[in-house]
RNA sequence: GGUCCCGUAGCUCAGCUGGAUAGAGCAGCUGACUUCUAAUCAGCAGGCCACAGGUUCGAAUCCUGUCGGGAUCACCA
């Protein structure tokens, strides 16, 4: 039993001793008390009023005097506007000190003997990896560490998508326009190398629609949608929203074209000319087919280039330090789920409609109707979720499935989950979408086909470089070996990023300023790190000297009860976090006892304590601390460095 | 239009299972390195917690509505 339930159980009996009342342990309203009272933990006492005929001040007051004489943990308590603050013996906080200072694995908790698979990363094969995929990427990594630290057997999966039109595009263009260029040949990086024909593509295309918009078919297309009076004043509000928000920061609003035909032409025919006009749109759409139906040359071409992405997201993922147990290929799991919903059909939670098409009816859950196989007899998106489902959870056994997918496709997850249940899965009920929202940027959206994106090797780049200029700067590791020093140069840019990305809570959208993702001071990793770094260099100190302190410690600083409460309170946060899958509580607790820990260190001294038994004591307590933050960064997936 | 998410300091974010005077960081201004690493610490300044109702002893937190921002609602993935 922990110090909070034993309060709370010791005030249930003082109300029915006292008061004669039977309240539940979960009426216990218990918080920290704020640092502004002496105290470790508060009970309120307001909900006991009424129950006690009494006013809270004196409940509070008979409460604490019971609650000192009967629950020796608590030493004593003080009543501020019926507000009991009690505060904890030090003999208790000692003794839990002794318990764990030298447990490097405090916070995990004991295996449960479940197993949870985690998608995450799922790119597509056509264009590298982008800032929108750290986030996916940090975010899954993290998921899987607080995962295994609450006890689950962890599968880390991610689905390629390594098919379809886009990769086509790829390929066709560098088809046309590469003369045989290779990553080798041009000195790119493999993935940026595919990337470049993916950008290439639209840039042509681009081109092509352009030409056409200015011919008579198009002129013409133009002019009969325009006709419409709906159509027009569409176009004209699109306009007037573009030229607002162009003014709004502070870009030329000339140069935007802001058009009404330009708004019919990107935003409502662009689709049809790729399908039906374009010479581009017809030849990636030819490859698709030949794709399709298994043309020798395709393919190769097609696995040359996905191979050529898979070179550099593997480079880029061990970068980020992330890996999988298995990756599945759309290309061999689309046309899988055929068999489920044969199944739906046979059960009856599926219908047909006269064409041969396969829906489910999800009105009552208020979701609307949802096509599951085309007339043709062809898989949707749905189709091939149902069943990679379906395989993963023969392949593995998992009873839970977390998919982390940003958050425009919660209709899709929450359509998917309910069809699972519906069909009855032994699995359904341990699904959960790990949604999280878009990254912005200072500029705006990001389009990978405007290159208004932040690549992710780039980024990385970008926050070791400034890691490695500060760590100059400060010549603290200078006399290192060169390959040391370069680790923990990567440590702490990759510390800047991940922290900087994952103090945010998954499902808020955040805004992704590139000035202040490589900043190292204040809330950030590097702060928590050097607080670590801190706790290391006074532990390298305290092992040259002759003797270990000893001896006991009476009474405890207000700031070494903070630390210790914050330190008891880990394990249960870690359970939390990964229950709901929110790693940003961990980031701020790691974020909140460095900051304690600065403070500490500042305000007092460790080796050159008072007495023998202080030293002892702020050793273990810094021992204690320095694992909880390494164990507590590495849910993030950051490394702590020894030195820095 | 339906559904879902978001709205807290100039900016980026915590706090949200209801509790005391709403917290950090950045940016701005002051100060602290002969001392265990100053990637640190201390201080100043900065708030109708979008708005309006309701529930409650008590609301940033729960409920309803309004406004603002975003996502989504394909025989695309």
């Known amino acids: 039993m922990n110090i909070g339930e034993i309060i709370q159980q010791g005030v249930v009996e003082g109300v029915k001793r006292l008061y004669g009342a039977v309240v539940s342990i979960d009426q216990v309203a218990i918080s920290t008390t704020r640092k502004e009272f002496e105290g470790d933990y508060t009970v309120v006492t ?70 949870v698979m985690v998608e995450y990363s799922s790119p597509n094969t056509n264009k590298p990896l982008h800032l929108g995929h750290i986030r996916n990427i940090l975010l899954g990594w993290s998921s899987v560490q607080l995962l295994q630290a609450a006890g689950y057997e962890v599968v880390k999966v991610q689905i390629v998508n390594d098919r379809g039109i886009a990769i086509c595009k790829s390929m066709l263009a560098w088809q046309l326009f590469a003369n045989g260029e290779t990553p080798e040949k041009a000195g790119i990086k493999s993935d940026h190398l595919v990337g470049k024909y993916y950008v290439l593509f639209e840039k042509r295309f681009q081109e092509e629609y352009k030409n056409w918009q200015q011919s008579e078919a198009g002129v013409q ?43 019919f032409f990107k935003e409502v025919y662009k689709n049809t000319y790729f399908n039906e006009y374009s010479s581009l749109g017809k030849a990636a759409k030819e490859m698709l087919l030949r794709w399709e139906a298994g043309d020798p040359d395709t393919l190769a071409l097609w696995r040359q280039m996905n191979n050529w992405v898979y070179q550099g997201f593997d480079a880029t993922y061990a970068k980020l330090g992330v890996t999988f147990d298995k990756i599945y290929y759309e290309s061999n799991t689309y046309l899988l789920g055929k068999d489920t919903v044969d199944k739906g059909l046979a059960q009856g939670v599926f219908y047909q409609k006269e064409d041969g098409s396969a829906w ?131 440590s702490i840019g990759l510390a800047a990023l991940k922290f ?135 849910l993030l997936g950051i490394e702590m460095p020894e030195k820095m």
């Open 221 to 263: 297309v133009y002019a009969q949608w325009q006709q419409n009076e709906k159509n027009l004043q569409k176009a004209n509000k699109w306009v007037e929203d573009e030229q607002k928000k162009a003014a709004e920061k502070g870009n030329d609003v000339a140069v935007l074209e802001l058009t009404p035909d330009r708004y």
């Open 46 to 115: 307001f909900p006991f009023a009424r129950l006690a005929g009494k006013k809270p001040d004196e409940i509070a007051q008979e409460l604490g005097e019971y609650l000192q004489r009967e629950v020796h943990e608590i030493a004593r308590f003080n009543v501020v506007k019926g507000f009991l603050n009690l505060v904890v013996s030090d003999h208790f906080w000692v003794r839990f000190l002794e318990s764990m200072y030298q447990n490097p694995q405090y916070g995990q908790h004991p295996a449960k003997g479940e197993k």
């Open 360 to 490: 489910i009816d999800l009105t009552d859950a208020k979701l609307d109707h949802k096509l599951l196989l085309r007339s043709d007899g062809t898989s949707v998106y749905m189709t091939q979720d149902l069943g990679t489902a379906q395989m993963r959870y023969q392949d593995f056994g998992a009873k839970r499935m977390v998919y982390v997918v940003g958050d425009e496709q919660n209709y899709h997850f929450q359509v998917l989950f309910e069809i699972l249940k519906r069909l009855g899965e032994p699995y359904a009920d341990g699904l959960f979408h790990l949604s999280y929202g878009m990254v912005d940027l200072p500029t705006g959206k990001m389009k990978s086909r405007e290159g208004t994106v932040v690549d992710a090797d780039d980024l990385i780049e970008e926050v070791i470089r400034e890691a490695r200029v500060n760590s100059e700067e400060r010549a603290n590791i200078s006399d290192l070996e060169k390959a040391e020093q370069e680790q923990i140069i990567w």
């Open 500 to 634: 900087f990305i994952l103090k945010v809570q998954p499902k808020k959208r955040m805004l992704f300023d590139p000035k202040e993702s490589v900043d190292m001071q204040g809330q950030t990793g590097p702060y928590v790190q050097n607080a670590f770094v801190r706790i290391r260099s006074v532990m390298r100190k305290a092992a040259q000297e002759p003797q270990a302190a000893s001896g006991n410690y009476e009474t405890l600083e207000s700031i070494e009860r903070e630390l210790l409460g914050q330190v008891y309170a880990f394990p249960s946060l870690v359970a939390t976090a990964a229950e709901e899958l929110d790693p940003s509580t961990i980031a701020n607790f790691c974020y909140d006892l460095a900051k304690n820990y600065h403070r500490f260190y500042h305000d007092y001294s460790i080796l050159n304590a008072e007495t023998e038994g202080a030293k002892a004591f702020r050793l273990r307590l810094s021992e204690a601390i320095g694992h909880t933050l390494q164990f507590g960064m590495a």
